[in-house]
Every structure is written in C-alpha cells, then in structure tokens.
C-alpha cells in the first residue's frame, strides 16, 4: 500500500502520477460522454427532427454530426489539462487553439446554414440549379467571405491582437473598391433584385425597349437574350432594373382586337349576318373567346365592325395559328354570303 501510494505521489513536471491519471480519467470521461451523445442524444433528436415539417431543424442536426471527431478530443483534452499545473506558454497555446477552433466551426455552420437558406429560397421559388445562374453563387460567395472574414477578426480580437488599425484600412481600402467599382457594383446588386424579385427568368420572352427576346442568362452584370432574328443582345443588370420590362411568358391570354370593313352595299339583312359570323369563327377555335363584335361606325371607305376577342395562351406560335384560322373562317363566310370586304377608296362625283 505505501508503494502504491509512494508511486501516486511520485511528481514530474509539477504534477504527481495521481494528477497526471486524474486528467486521463477526465479526458475518457469526457471522450465516453461525448460518444454517447453524438450516438444515442443526437440520434434521437435527428429523428424527432425529420418528423417535423420544417427542414431547417434537419439542417441543424446536421450541422452538429459534421463536427469532427478531432473537435470532441482537443475540447476533451483541454478540459482535462485544466487539473494539471502547466507553464503559462502551453496553457496561452491550449486557449489560442480552442479560440480558432470554437470560431472556425462556428463560421463554417453558418455560411453552410446561409447557403442551405438560399438553395430552399431558390427551391420555393422553383428555380432549378441550372437556372440559379451567376447571381446565386455571387451571394453565397459574398456571404461567405463577409462571415469568414468576421470570424478571422473575431479570432485575432480574441487573441489579444489590435485589430483596429487592420479595420481603419480595410474600410478606407473597401470604400476605394466601391467609389472604383461603382457600375460594377450597381449591376451586380440589380443581379441580386432580379434573383429575388423575378421580374423574369430564363426561358421567358421579354420586350426591353424596342428590343425582344428569350432570356438566355442572368449573369452578375449582363443579362443575355436571344432575339428572334437569331442575335445575342446583351443588356446591363442596371438597366433591365431601371426600366420597364415586358415579360410575355407570365401572359395566361392575348387580347386581340381588329377590324372588319363592309363595304357601303351591303343589305340590312347581310350586315346583321356578320356578328353571327365572326361568333361562329372565334367559337370554332379551341383556344379563342370571343368578348364582343359591333357595327361601330360608318367609315370613309366602309362600314366598320369591331371585334375584340383572347386567345388562350401565351405562346407566340399558338396565338398567330389562332388567328391565321380565325381569319380564314371569317373569308371564307364572307365568301360564301357575298358580303364584300372594303378597301381604302375614294368616289369623285364630277359636277358639269
């Protein structure tokens, strides 16, 4: 017994044997504690996570499985170094270590937690990863130097290093960027307008001024659209944002509004036919709703009929075959009634 307790006390380093068992003790403790929680604690929680109906709890319970083996060791070892006396040096290390670690994971969770946000926002919004386009990796790049850069200053702050003058002339530095970087910045940020207002996406037709086209990409400082001749217009983000833009992809119906000329010999009772004509037409078009059909006015060449009626669709190829069909129908009861159609004329009537 007196071996036993002669070996206990035997001192090394200013620490005697039992200290040095007492910090193993804790640091298996720990280790065990730690393992039971990542095994049966997190488990469990993970498991009540996916029966809820949100999915950022998923996330968080994913996030604290992420955490490295190597992580629970140093915090475990840390804790169990705190029993022992060690020089000033190992200890200032220990700490610096811990500061970087503990800031690191931290800075990490939350750039993964940002970009898991974004990617459910883009998700809601229907957008695949394919059409996310430059604006998306732009911010979740952003995000993640703002935090990474916050948390490389938090680190230095908290190992006793002046970070003051390191900010003075990052911000000084940064407002230079800016003021250099002006239009660049500007279109970059309409960039972020446009992924979170869509105002239009790709695959859309839009009309910018006399200028048309299907949205091709939706860069940081250009948007780039097809025109129908076959050409690439290339517009800036800025301007796309700055002006009014017609997007003809979110049209659910055309309204179609057009005239019909009789010429001024046509009988009462054919003139009356006419309506009834142009209904049965439009009817006769799957797509097409006829609003309404009047003998307006009489003209200088002809007696005018106004017809308004929607096609169905927001196709551009469908709307014009609808039409072409609706046309042809209504000649071809012309045709058939006799009614003439006028065109632009002018009768002089000579006076001896």
């Excluded at 974004?118 to 229907?126: E, P, R």
């Amino acid at each position: 017994m007196n071996l036993i307790n002669g070996t206990l006390d035997y001192v090394l380093w200013s620490n005697s044997l039992q200290d040095y068992l007492i910090a193993l003790g804790l640091l298996i403790g720990f280790l065990i504690v730690f393992k039971i929680f990542k095994l049966i604690v997190l488990t469990k929680i993970g498991r009540w996570a996916k029966k809820t109906k949100t999915d950022l709890d998923d996330e968080l319970v994913q996030m604290i499985e992420n955490i490295p083996g190597i992580a629970y060791f140093f915090v475990s070892l840390y804790i169990a170094l705190q029993s022992l006396i060690i020089p000033n040096l190992a200890i200032k290390i220990m700490n610096a270590l811990l500061i970087i670690l503990a800031f690191f994971w931290a800075t990490k969770s939350a750039s993964d937690l940002i970009e898991f946000i974004l990617a459910k926002h883009a998700k809601k919004k229907g957008i695949e990863r394919k059409e996310k386009g430059n604006a998306y990796f732009a911010m979740v790049l952003i995000a993640k130097i703002i935090l990474w850069g916050t948390g490389f200053m938090l680190v230095l702050s908290n190992l006793g290093i002046n970070i003051s003058a390191l900010v003075a002339s990052l911000g000084i530095g940064g407002i230079a960027i800016a003021l250099a970087a002006q239009n660049i910045l500007s279109d970059m940020f309409s960039s972020f307008s446009i992924y979170f207002d869509k105002p239009f996406e790709i695959g859309d037709y839009i009309v910018v001024g006399d200028q048309s086209g299907t949205v091709k990409k939706i860069g940081i400082k250009t948007t780039r659209v097809q025109a129908l001749q076959g050409e690439e217009i290339v517009f800036s983000n800025k301007e796309l944002t700055s002006t009014m833009v017609r997007n003809f992809k979110k049209l659910k119906k055309r309204r179609i509004v057009f005239e019909i000329h009789a010429t001024y010999d046509t009988p009462n009772s054919k003139m009356e036919k006419i309506p009834t004509i142009i209904d049965k037409a439009i009817k006769s078009v799957k797509l097409c709703d006829l609003d309404r059909a009047h003998f307006r006015e009489f003209g200088d060449s002809g007696l005018i009929f106004e017809v308004v009626y929607f096609i169905k669709s927001s196709d551009y190829k469908e709307n014009m075959n609808a039409r072409q069909e609706i046309n042809f129908a209504i000649k071809e009861a012309f045709e058939k009634e006799k009614i003439n159609m006028a065109f632009p004329t002018q009768t002089i009537h000579m006076v001896k």
